[in-house]
């Protein structure tokens, strides 16, 4: 064996066992304690859907009973443009982490160079005793294979890569995060369409009355038992009611093109599909709300927070190995000539191979500013991740405090909707019997109409504080995993 071939060989066992005993300097990472309560404040028993410490439903979109809706989340995810966008940022992710660990991995290239060389009499050469005869312009011909690799002793790519590890997490966490923002829109959008539906047959329906009541008020004008008076606010009457259709016919046209925004589709593509039906769903008798120590794992945003101080606290650990050595293996060989037939001779190679030792000594205070910004971006991310935690909370409360009210509310309405009805019953029993006047019977048949269009917001707004609780508490994301790689 050749003297360089005996150095070569302990220039990589010397490597090896540098690597061998490499460390990772700066904190590892631990997962941060959620502050959280015991246990949720549950519904009383006065409403009619409670809520209870049960497991949250992945897929309460199901829970209403609806198969408009259900089908509607059924093609969500593999149809939105943006779960398809956060799709597209996670898979950036990964190939930062790629690109991140491609560092550490031995690199290999090759290269080839052609130069014509004229030296100066009256430069280098007169240091030295050119051979007789020998030339000053030459060409010079090389063909070089270069490999090179860093030991990373201690761990400044190791800790770069666990930083990009964990924002390829944090951009996952973002979409699923966005995978519950997206389905709880949509149930918000159809749950509005159902009851503007609703109150335009409504509204329809009253106007229909308010044009019996002024047939009536001109008859009784022709029989001279009317007055003008009356007729007059009558037809305002009339005209008040039908100028509130347009708006609401508008709000049912946005809604309907909402919705197939969101499965991206041209405007009024699904108007079909979705005008077919006027059902409005009532609400399930019972919702699972989970315990408080869960929250942490299933919400989106807090796991997202986590990961993102997880990706900080790696980069505080790769600025703090800055501080310290580098040690890179590097070689080269090839053939080299200044005539082009004998580059290709065995005569004519040329190799190098070589560790280098990059110690930082002063760089005039790069490195601790560095330092201090990746400290200072961690502490950051650690208050982060206790304010999401600490909305997290808050939101859940408020979700549940405001869907135990807008019950109440909902009921008190229902009763108020009861008595109206009864009324109407009774003056039309009193007109047939000829104690009542027409009219009478009429203002009671609006008055009925207009407690129940108040029922139908009342109901919508139950709904949506449902789909409210039911985000804050982080669940129905997971409906995007199953369609996975399937965007629009």
């Keep these: 064996m050749t003297m360089f071939g005996r150095k070569t060989r302990r220039l990589y066992l010397l490597c090896a066992a540098t690597t061998l005993g490499a460390c990772t300097v700066g904190r590892d990472f631990k997962e941060p304690h959620a502050n959280l309560p015991s246990r949720w404040n549950e519904s009383p028993h006065s409403v009619a859907s409670t809520t209870y410490g049960g497991a949250v439903d992945a897929t309460w979109w199901n829970s209403f009973h609806d198969a408009e809706l259900t089908s509607l989340v059924s093609r969500l995810a593999a149809q939105n443009f943006d779960l398809a966008m956060a799709e597209q940022r996670v898979e950036e992710g990964r190939q930062e982490r790629n690109a991140a660990a491609s560092q550490g991995l031995p690199q290999l290239g090759t290269s080839a160079s052609y130069s014509r060389t004229m030296m100066s009499p009256q430069g280098f050469l007169q240091l ?35 930083a990009a590890r964990a924002n390829t997490a944090a951009a996952e966490e973002a979409r699923h995060a966005i995978a519950l923002e ?14 503007v539906q609703n109150k335009i047959e409504i509204t329809k329906r009253n106007v229909a009355i308010a044009e019996r009541n002024t047939r009536l008020v001109r008859n009784q004008i022709m029989f001279g038992t009317g007055n003008n008076l009356d007729l007059a606010e009558s037809l305002e009457l009339e005209t008040s009611m039908r100028s509130t259709l347009p708006a609401m016919e508008s709000l049912r046209s946005h809604l309907l093109n909402a919705i197939t925004l969101l499965l991206a589709q041209s405007p009024h593509s699904l108007d079909g599909e979705l005008l077919a039906s006027t059902n409005q769903p009532d609400l399930p008798p019972s919702v699972p709300t989970g315990l408080p120590s869960e929250l942490a794992r299933r919400r989106p945003d807090i796991r997202e927070a986590e990961a993102k101080l997880h990706a900080a606290t790696a980069q505080t650990g790769a600025a703090v190995a800055a501080f310290y050595p580098d040690i890179s293996l590097s070689g080269n060989f090839g053939t080299q000539s200044i005539q082009f037939p004998k580059m290709f001779n065995l005569s004519s190679r040329a190799g190098a191979v070589g560790p280098s030792l990059d110690i930082p000594i ?7 500013a560095e330092l201090h910004l990746r400290k200072a971006e961690q502490k950051e991310a650690a208050i982060a991740y206790q304010k999401v935690v600490l909305k997290a909370w808050n939101e859940v409360d408020d979700a549940m405090v405001s869907y135990r009210n807008v019950q109440k509310t909902h009921d008190e309405i229902k009763n108020t909707v009861t008595e109206a009805k009864r009324e109407l019953d009774v003056a039309q029993q009193r007109y047939s019997d000829g104690t009542e006047n027409y009219l009478n019977v009429i203002a009671s048949e609006r008055e009925y109409l207009d407690e129940s269009s108040r029922l139908v917001s009342s109901k919508a707004e139950s709904e949506a504080m449902l789909v409210q609780l039911y985000k804050s508490l982080g669940g129905g994301w997971e409906y995007a995993e199953e369609n996975k790689g399937k965007g629009a």
């Design 182 to 195: 997206t389905v709880s829109d949509l149930a918000l959008n159809y749950f509005s369409l159902r009851a």
């Design 362 to 368: 002063f760089k005039g205070g790069q490195l601790r």
């Design 128 to 162: 030295v005793q050119p051979r007789p005869g020998a030339p000053t312009e030459y060409d010079l011909f090389s063909n070089s294979i270069m490999a090179s690799w860093e030991a990373d002793l201690f761990g400044r790519i190791r800790r770069r890569v666990e």
